[in-house]
């Protein structure tokens, strides 16, 4: 469910009309909805307080699904904390608020000087990736003389469907490590002294429509804490990872959180462990839309229509990069029969096409189109490439609307740039 809605025949987000921000602010634009946000948060929440048997778990927010401060900010404010990748991400998690306890530090390649930083930060656990990885955080715990919490992601080798570049759950793939070599290294960590390790961690994908391959996972991980727990080592915390995935129209429908805890109630119950979650686009997707301007309706006398808007693959990269579909409607839309559009973007590459042969109402140059569940993974992964400004946020909070990141000059672009020194 979310606040983009047709009200007096426009499309709003909560009680403002698209076409009102569309106008103060500019296109392309990315505009966030704050109580669809609370709402998926809250949904998600609750639905594991209706199990008690499974405590009250970290909802750690993944944020490079949408990593806006302010939007950090309505997820912090409700309690959430934060899944990060990057020192980045956790200057960005701090800077909203997150109690440092409340921030997992993740990722196959943190470097020393992230290490570091979240070390000195007190991040509430490092998850290990590799036996390198430990090594590095050992040694950079040692100088500092702290003490690292560790956690150790698993590789639970299982598929889990879904886009191969986001599937990350096979024993192939770069993540973690198998449940042999983490038993390994979680015996080592307890004899290190700038080592504690509290628990184990996994995540086997994204946009996962189906609760088959995450059971599998849980399942494993669950055997996996017990052969721990039988050695006597202590595990304290269970980071069941990210990945429930959301509707985009072309794909099934996903579990609901309430059918996800259900299960997860059903696998984990009675194991008195402190469960993490790292849910990024169940929270973001639905909570945001990237509305773009038509700039020519290029019909060609052999047939073909091409949309061609003013937002291109460097804003809004999924199609592009992973086939996605991405339900596209209009901001006002016209009366008449519906056509067949290819929607594309104006940056010089085929691959700037979002979608193929979508009907659609029928649009003129200046209308307003919305991408639906633009949220997670859109604003964050967008690119300067055709040096196109990064495209403003803007955040909806019923009436109100503010804009949160602000479209840079090109003065601001073109200053980033330096003279090598030699050249006359
Ligand atoms: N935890 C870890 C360790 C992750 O790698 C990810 C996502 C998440 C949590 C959050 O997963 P989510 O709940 O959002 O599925 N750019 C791609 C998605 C990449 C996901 C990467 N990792 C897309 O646009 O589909």
Known sequence: MNHFEMKEGELHAEDVAIRRIAAAVGTPVYIYSAATLRRHYTVLRDAFAV??????????????????????????????????????????????????????????????????????????????????????????????????????????????????????????????????????????????????????????????????????????????????????????????????GVPYFNQPDPPSPADYAAMIAEVIGGLNIQLAFEPGRMIAANAGVLISDVIHVNVRPEGRSFLVLDAAMNDLIRPAMYDAYHDIRPVVPRGGAHRTYDVVGPVCETGDTFARERDLAPLETGDLVAFMTAGAYGAAMASEYNTRPLIPEVLVDGARFAVIRERPTYDEILGRDRLGGWQT
């Open 51 to 244: 199990h008690p048997e499974l405590g009250t778990p970290l909802i750690a927010y993944a944020v490079k699904a949408n990593s806006n401060v302010e939007v950090l900010r309505v997820l912090s404010g409700l309690g959430a904390g934060a899944d990060t990748v990057s020192e980045g991400e956790i200057r960005r998690a701090l800077a909203a608020g997150v109690a440092p306890g409340r921030i997992v530090f993740s990722g196959v390649g943190k470097t020393r000087c992230e290490i570091t930083f979240a070390l000195k930060t007190g991040v509430a656990e490092i998850n290990v990736e590799s036996a390198a990885e430990l090594d590095a955080v050992a040694s950079v715990a040692r100088e500092l003389n702290l003490i690292a919490p560790v956690a150790f992601r698993v590789n639970p080798d299982v598929e889990a469907g879904g886009h191969v570049k986001i599937s990350t759950g096979k024993a192939e793939n770069k993540f973690g490590v198998s449940f042999a070599q983490a038993h390994e290294l979680y015996a080592a960590a307890t004899k290190d002294p700038h080592l504690r390790p509290v628990g184990v961690a996994c995540h086997i994908g994204s946009q996962i429509t189906d609760l088959a391959p995450l059971r599998a996972a849980f399942i494993k991980m669950r055997a996996f804490v017990e052969s721990l727990r039988a050695e006597g080592l202590s595990v304290e915390r269970l980071d069941l990872g990210g990945g429930l």
